[in-house]
């Protein structure tokens, strides 16, 4: 049913779940309470009501001067505007910084490591411990790091980084980190991410993939064997935007 729902914005729906964005250009009105009475009357329609305590606005803006917004009411509620929110399982900051969302990622995952440990008292074999770690703790290193991983800090790497060295300690307590990979033939965390990144960046170059438009123009140049000189490549400013995922792949896929 959530197939009809359309408001003058563009909006992202996963099952029941629906979020609104639009680009806001400096002394333009924004549309979003437009779009938020739109919402409530189509849920009306279809015999719902919207939850304005669980519904949220993010604003991202990195302008100099402030920016004034009037607040998005819904039904006379108004919205609450957050600092960060969670889509889909990726905690968004309103400076697109993941500060946030890595401390979240490495509690959970640290807490999965007693699951090792649990299973390395009770008498289970390495390679069914290895295959544990890579099902149940690494995976939640790396859900969505398309979105985020290219714009971690050092810190953040080592951090996330230290989730796979703490599972190799409780698996092969006798050998060191990299003697552990190599046994393992196991990749750093870092390395994975950059592989899933450029993975999802190729699958992306096919004219049928779902993000292909995110895309820049492609280019007619032979000269240059990079991967990512076959698109036009963006001017960048900023290190945000250059490293944002992809930019990121353009510049560095090879």
Same mark, same amino acid.
């Given at each position: 049913?959530?197939?009809?729902?359309?408001?003058?914005?563009?909006?992202?729906?996963?099952?029941?779940?629906?979020?609104?964005?639009?680009?806001?250009?400096?002394?333009?009105?924004?549309?979003?309470?437009?779009?938020?009475?739109?919402?409530?009357?189509?849920?009306?329609?279809?015999?719902?009501?919207?939850?304005?305590?669980?519904?949220?606005?993010?604003?991202?803006?990195?302008?100099?001067?402030?920016?004034?917004?009037?607040?998005?009411?819904?039904?006379?509620?108004?919205?609450?505007?957050?600092?960060?929110?969670?889509?889909?399982?990726?905690?968004?900051?309103?400076?697109?910084?993941?500060?946030?969302?890595?401390?979240?990622?490495?509690?959970?995952?640290?807490?999965?490591?007693?699951?090792?440990?649990?299973?390395?008292?009770?008498?289970?074999?390495?390679?069914?411990?290895?295959?544990?770690?890579?099902?149940?703790?690494?995976?939640?290193?790396?859900?969505?790091?398309?979105?985020?991983?290219?714009?971690?800090?050092?810190?953040?790497?080592?951090?996330?980084?230290?989730?796979? &060295?703490?599972?190799?300690?409780?698996?092969?307590?006798? @050998?060191?980190? =990299?003697?552990?990979?190599?046994? $393992?033939? #196991? %990749? *750093?965390?870092?390395?994975?991410? &950059?592989?899933?990144?450029?993975?999802?960046?190729?699958? @992306?170059?096919? =004219?049928?993939?779902?993000?292909? $438009?995110? #895309? %820049? *123009?492609?280019?007619?140049?032979?000269?240059?064997?990079?991967?990512?000189?076959?698109?036009?490549?963006?001017?960048?400013?900023?290190?945000?935007?250059?490293?944002?995922?992809?930019?990121?792949?353009?510049?560095?896929?090879?």
């Amino acid at each position: 049913m959530i197939d009809d729902f359309n408001t003058c914005l563009k909006d992202i729906k996963y099952v029941d779940d629906t979020t609104l964005f639009e680009i806001v250009t400096i002394g333009q009105p924004s549309k979003l309470q437009q779009a938020a009475v739109e919402a409530v009357n189509w849920a009306s329609k279809n015999n719902m009501k919207l939850n304005a305590s669980k519904t949220k606005e993010l604003l991202i803006y990195f302008g100099k001067t402030n920016l004034v917004l009037p607040p998005i009411t819904l039904e006379g509620q108004t919205i609450d505007r957050v600092e960060s929110a969670i889509l889909l399982g990726v905690h968004l900051s309103k400076t697109l910084t993941w500060g946030t969302h890595i401390d979240i990622v490495i509690a959970k995952a640290g807490k999965r490591l007693h699951y090792l440990r649990e299973l390395k008292r009770s008498g289970l074999g390495t390679k069914e411990l290895l295959k544990v770690y890579q099902s149940l703790v690494r995976s939640v290193t790396e859900y969505a790091c398309q979105v985020w991983s290219t714009m971690l800090t050092t810190d953040q790497i080592t951090s996330l980084e230290s989730i796979q &060295k703490r599972a190799m300690r409780i698996i092969v307590p006798n @050998m060191s980190y =990299n003697e552990a990979l190599g046994h $393992f033939t #196991l %990749p *750093t965390l870092e390395n994975r991410r &950059k592989c899933l990144c450029f993975d999802l960046f190729n699958s @992306m170059k096919t =004219n049928h993939h779902k993000i292909n $438009f995110l #895309l %820049p *123009t492609r280019t007619q140049s032979q000269h240059n064997t990079r991967s990512g000189a076959h698109y036009t490549l963006p001017k960048v400013k900023t290190s945000r935007f250059k490293n944002s995922f992809v930019n990121w792949c353009l510049f560095n896929c090879k």
